[in-house]
């Protein structure tokens, strides 16, 4: 387990501002970043790994002292006295998964990712709905005669085709919004040297 605590002094963020999806540099006087963050690996004889990661965060800011004329005068009045969530900020944020070996140099995995949701609304002061994603995988490992090893996979992304949110256009320096991907098939190949 990890804790860490930063007091930054012109914390720089960025923003997309408008309809290009380009970011856009800015800096708040003073920032607050703090978080936990705590992880568990077990692996056993047999090839079996299992995994789980969790964190914990928070990071806020104050008076935007770059950049101004990005903001509209409401929220420039406003994060002048406030601390602001900053718009890439997530609560709570977890993955887990297993990998175990099926049989011979092949190996079966299932993994999945947490988000508590991102930052929206009006001076970021809600969250997107939280989302959980679960991923599928398979691989093998074949040794050759003549050839060195090289591993065949086949991943199921999004296992359950859950369409969820990442950001919803809304808050500070957000104009569009984001989604996580949709299930996708993918088959990959790599050659050891």
Not at 31 to 42: D, I, R, S, V
Not at 52 to 66: C, D, E, F, I
């Amino acid at each position: 387990m990890s804790a860490y605590y930063k007091n930054a002094t012109d914390l720089i963020d960025d923003g997309q501002f408008g309809q290009a999806v380009t970011l856009t540099a800015f800096n708040y006087a003073k920032g607050e970043n703090e978080g936990l963050e705590a992880k568990l690996k077990y692996t056993n004889s047999d090839g079996v790994l299992i995994y789980g990661n969790l964190a914990w965060a928070r990071q806020v800011a104050t008076q935007v002292v770059s950049n101004q004329y990005l903001f509209d005068y409401a929220f420039y009045e406003y994060a002048l006295t406030n601390y602001v969530p900053t718009d890439h900020s997530q609560t709570l944020s977890a993955s887990a998964g297993i990998s175990y070996p099926i049989w011979d140099h092949t190996k079966a995995s299932l993994d999945m990712i947490y988000g508590s949701g991102l930052r929206s609304g009006e001076f970021n002061q809600t969250t997107v709905p939280p989302y959980t994603q679960f991923n599928l995988g398979l691989s093998h490992e074949f040794i050759l005669p003549d050839w060195k090893p090289f591993t065949l996979r086949f991943d199921v992304v999004n296992l359950f085709d859950e369409v969820y949110e990442i950001r919803s256009g809304t808050g500070v320096g957000v104009f569009a919004p984001q989604w996580g991907p949709r299930r996708g098939f993918f088959v990959g190949y790599s050659q050891k040297f």
